[in-house]
């Protein structure tokens, strides 16, 4: 079955660095586009990257252009969110999710079970 | 961006109960909207999908309708397991955009 499987949360001083990881099993991993969306504490969910399956293509939402970058390496099943210049206001649980697509466009199908990150001095 | 504006923020009702949530959006999406369901401590679950095409595995009570801008869920007879928060979610342009979420709670 589809396993995703979040790594590398945890508290970062504002402006520092993170990288995320997101181990993908039970599935071609190199077929699916990937996605990471964002929750802040008690809020709703936030779209944050998208990477297309062969990571030719990539967006991202504009509190994180220009910070964040999200890549991946198919030979090792795994999607990745390098975070810098991080600031309180990226504090969240971070889900990586593959995407579902059907009828022309795609959506969020499977969900890892999310990472927690908490920017704070 | 397109904005979303999803209704009611929470609502209150029984096992058995019709609930209807709605989302509308900025601008015109076609039917390239997805519903998401969510339960405390886990990660959403895709519910349905193009508007109105239910998820594998997801019960035939959840539905979905509208394009364009109008768009609802509805869950035709609320079962304990349905408490829980829902997003609805543009998928029409990058960057995504979510729903605020309707919290389903028990009356």
């Known amino acids: 079955q589809v396993q995703l499987v979040e790594s590398g949360g945890g508290v970062v001083q504002p402006g520092r660095s993170l990288r995320l990881s997101c181990a993908a099993s039970?599935?071609?991993?190199?077929?699916?586009?990937m996605h990471w969306v964002r929750q802040a504490p008690g809020k709703g969910l936030e779209w944050v990257a998208v990477i297309w399956h062969d990571g030719n293509n990539k967006y991202y939402a504009d509190s994180v252009k220009g910070r964040f970058t999200i890549s991946r390496d198919n030979s090792k099943n795994t999607l990745y969110l390098q975070m810098n210049s991080l600031s309180v206001e990226d504090t969240a649980v971070y889900y990586c999710?593959?995407?579902?697509?059907?009828?022309?466009?795609?959506?969020?199908?499977?969900w890892g079970q999310g990472t927690p990150v908490t920017v704070s001095s | 961006d397109v904005q979303m504006t999803q209704s009611p923020s929470s609502v209150s009702a029984s096992v058995g109960d019709r609930v209807t949530i709605t989302c509308r959006t900025s601008?015109?999406?076609?039917?390239?909207l997805a519903w998401y369901q969510q339960k405390p401590g886990k990660a959403p679950k895709l519910l349905i999908y193009?508007?109105?095409d239910l998820q594998s595995g997801v019960p035939s009570r959840f539905s979905g309708s509208g394009s364009g801008t109008h768009f609802t869920l509805t869950i035709s007879s609320l079962q304990p397991e349905d408490f829980a928060t829902y997003f609805c979610?543009?998928?029409?342009?990058?960057?995504?955009?979510f729903g605020q979420g309707t919290k389903v709670e028990i009356k």
């Open positions: 999710a593959s995407a579902y697509c059907s009828g022309g466009s795609c959506y969020l199908g499977n």
């Open positions: 601008q015109d999406i076609s039917s390239w």
């Open positions: 039970g599935f071609t991993f190199s077929s699916y586009g």
């Open positions: 193009t508007a109105s």
């Open positions: 979610q543009q998928a029409s342009s990058f960057p995504w955009t």
